[in-house]
């Protein structure tokens, strides 16, 4: 997947923003994240005869513009979940890694983490989250990082942003050079969270622009 | 570090007159902000009935043969929400006002809906009340089921307490408690519950519910405090037991079962038989309540004889602080030492 140098991704923020028509689409496939791997007995028990992560695909697009990068991510979704009130939200996730080469599935390990960017649909705020493994996500190192969603005719649209450069333990994103990338997507509405979703089975080349 | 230890609850539901003093003693010390308002970390509910929230029983979650069973979420409606009422249209506004109601309508659940209804038929109707907190269990189904480790049983007390820093509000151990004794506070986004008065149990104060008990009702103790009344209950007399120990997950609030006057026959003549059917009492309690009854019986009918019964001093607890163990501390002077200790601090 290439990400396009842009002037600004300013122009790119708004999820229905014109630029996206003239970027390259790339498809990612997504599966439901593994029973198996579910870090506990109750969560599988009690997802082990209910369909979850059924998304097959989410349609991806990237800019950047030396400082900052912009992913539009869109997938189908025929009933939004807000997560208002006692409902759980519908939400959707970038993950890079940050060293070493992480396990996507394992959400990597101590000596290789990723990190990443989520959206949900009942926060206003992206969070960024430092994964080391299944179950020990950590509050991630801040890097600008923003999401904003908009659903129209049965499909999510999320912009996601942060800036290229990372510090400390975050991923660092190098223009002219080669990274990894690799999504999630929550389905609120299924009652769909923390390691019950989508995910693409692995990671995705990712070539940012010199 | 500190001996691991299991502060318990032996709750005689032979004295329990069902007045929720307990609930609304929670409720002021505990469950009084917002996003709570919903929330009962004490209730008080008649048996036999659907409960709180409705017809828990059947919601699943707790173990079978050690393996996790699937549970079912429980939604606030379940519970009951909070009533708001129309106090100001129906007592401020002079003669054309509204009749005192909640706003929004009628509702259709709430804590302690089905009181007194019971079960039975007359003129051998039964009920009896169960009060109902977190069970605080030895294999807490909650804490297993978490992902992210946000639950845990403190080694010094055994009680089981919710870390809302690390809680994201999955609520698999809503689903996964099968007491349903988790609630959702959709301000916070974190689940809650009863924390077994932990500040108070710190400085020596028994739980609010058990203080406030009009019918000296809720022992507290540890378990392993062999000159406590909750040892002699749970230990030497078993005579109190979990609800529900089918669930696996091994409470620590136990309960002394009910007895009742015997049933009537078609004449009104009392007749040799339990008022509340003994398959309904194991239903509850398992096989052991049989037991624990027929000795209440027979300690009760020696004591009402003029003969001595250490098990019916025990659950009469003529010395009020005798109910609670090591925890007799007045919360005034604790009230009183902590100003004197933020002073100290503060230099
Ligand atoms: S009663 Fe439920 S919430 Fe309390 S410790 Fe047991 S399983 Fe957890
Ligand atoms: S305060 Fe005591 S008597 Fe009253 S409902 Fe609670 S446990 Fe029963």
Redesign the interface.
Same mark, same amino acid.
Do not use: H, I, V, W
């Given at each position: 997947m290439r990400v396009q140098k842009v002037n600004t991704i300013a122009e790119y923020t708004d999820p229905a923003a014109p630029g996206w028509g003239s970027v390259e689409v790339t498809e990612i496939e997504t599966i439901p994240a593994p029973l198996g791997l579910q870090p506990t007995e109750y969560i599988q028990v009690s997802w082990e005869e209910r369909p979850y992560g059924a998304l097959e695909q989410a349609s991806l697009r990237a800019v950047h513009d030396g400082t900052s990068i912009a992913i539009q991510m869109i997938w189908e979704d025929p009933q939004p979940s807000t997560g208002a009130g006692e409902g759980f939200p519908d939400g959707a996730a970038i993950a890079f890694p940050v060293h070493g080469e992480p396990e996507l599935m394992q959400m990597g390990s101590p000596e290789a983490p990723m990190q990443f960017v989520q959206w949900q649909a009942s926060k206003k705020q992206a969070r960024s989250v430092l994964a080391k493994g299944i179950g020990s996500t950590l509050p991630g190192a801040a890097v600008g990082e923003t999401a904003t969603g908009s659903w129209s005719g049965g499909r999510w649209t999320v912009v996601f942003t942060r800036s290229l450069a990372g510090e400390g333990e975050s991923a660092n994103l190098v223009p002219g050079s080669n990274t990894q990338i690799g999504i999630a997507v929550w389905n609120g509405s299924n009652e769909e969270r923390a390691g019950i979703k989508a995910v693409s089975a692995d990671w995705t080349a990712l070539a940012l622009d010199r | 570090m500190t001996d691991k230890r299991q502060v318990a609850m032996v709750i005689d539901l032979n004295k329990c007159i069902g007045c929720q003093t307990c609930t609304i003693a929670c409720k002021t010390q505990w469950t009084n902000r917002e996003g709570m308002e919903g929330m009962w970390w004490n209730t008080v509910s008649t048996s036999p009935g659907e409960g709180t929230p409705k017809g828990w029983e059947k919601m699943g979650g707790g173990f079978r043969k050690g393996?996790?069973?699937?549970?079912k979420?429980p939604?606030?409606g379940e519970f009951g929400t909070a009533w708001n009422f129309n106090v100001e249209e129906a007592l401020f506004q002079g003669d054309k006002h509204d009749t005192l109601g909640p706003i929004g309508g009628d509702p259709n659940w709430g804590t302690n809906w089905d009181e007194d209804i019971g079960g039975g038929e007359y003129p051998n109707s039964f009920q009896f009340y169960i009060p109902r907190i977190c069970n605080h269990c030895t294999k807490p189904?909650c804490m297993?089921?978490?992902? !992210?480790?946000a639950i845990f049983k403190r080694e010094e007390d055994g009680i089981v307490v919710i870390n809302e820093d690390h809680c !994201?509000g999955? !609520?698999?151990c809503q689903?996964?408690c099968p007491y349903k004794e988790i609630y959702?506070n959709?301000v916070t986004g974190t689940s809650q519950k009863c924390i077994m008065c932990a500040p108070r149990l710190e400085e020596g104060v028994p739980t609010a519910c058990s203080r406030q008990c009009p019918g000296r009702v809720r022992f507290l103790g540890f378990l392993d405090d062999e000159d406590g009344p909750i040892h002699k209950l749970v230990y030497k007399y078993k005579v109190a037991m979990a609800l529900h120990p089918e669930y696996e997950t091994e409470p620590n609030v136990f309960y002394i079962p009910p007895l009742a006057p015997p049933s009537f026959d078609e004449e009104g003549n009392p007749i040799d038989e339990d008022r509340i059917p003994m398959d309904y009492l194991d239903s509850l309690f398992g096989p052991a309540v049989g037991p624990a009854i027929d000795l209440l019986k027979a300690e009760k009918a020696k004591k009402k004889a003029g003969g001595e019964s250490d098990l019916m001093d025990t659950l009469i607890a003529r010395n009020w602080l005798d109910l609670f163990g090591p925890f007799t501390t007045n919360p005034k002077d604790v009230a009183k030492t902590l100003e004197e200790r933020v002073q100290n601090r503060q230099g």
């Open positions: - | 393996k996790a069973q699937p549970g979420l939604k606030q189904a297993e089921a978490c992902p !992210r480790g !994201r999955f !609520r698999f689903e996964a959702y959709t």
